[in-house]
Nanobody, 126 residues
Framework: QVQLVESGGAEVQAGGSLRLACTAS????????IGWFRQAPGEQREGVAC?????????AYGDSVTGRFTISKDDAKNTVYLEMNNLKREDTAVYYC??????????????????WGQGTQVTVSS
């Protein structure tokens, strides 16, 4: 099955850090823009960050995480990372990664993404 796999979610105290990883075992990520999204209970899915994405094949961050989260990729390991620092309770959500498979949308528009992973839970406690 062609799918992305997330890992690294955990429970952490506010102000702490986590690193999430997104990888695929059956295909290479290199040609794709890869995005991280999150969804909290009762909330809509929110774009967090993406790399090699959008019209300019650049990097984009959601407003709520700019300055705290960093996205990177390691082509040799076929992995995209999301480094999350200074975590806040409102960062609590299931985090998903996905591949950009459509054009004509903004870089963090979920409509442009497919091959979604199953998600990894991040819980930030006070």
């Amino acid at each position: 099955q062609v799918q992305l796999v997330e890992s690294g979610g955990a429970e952490v105290q506010a102000g702490g850090s986590l690193r999430l990883a997104c990888t695929a075992s059956t295909f290479t990520l290199k040609p794709y823009g890869i995005g991280w999204f999150r969804q909290a209970p009762g909330e809509q899915r929110e774009g967090v960050a993406c790399i090699t994405c959008g019209r300019e094949n650049g990097i984009a961050y959601g407003d709520s995480v700019t300055g705290r989260f960093t996205i990177s990729k390691d082509d040799a390991k076929n992995t995209v990372y999301l480094e999350m620092n200074n975590l806040k309770r409102e960062d609590t959500a299931v985090y998903y990664c996905a591949a950009e498979v459509a054009t004509g949308w903004g870089p963090l528009a979920a409509e442009a993404y497919g091959l979604w992973g199953q998600g990894t839970q991040v819980t930030v406690s006070s």
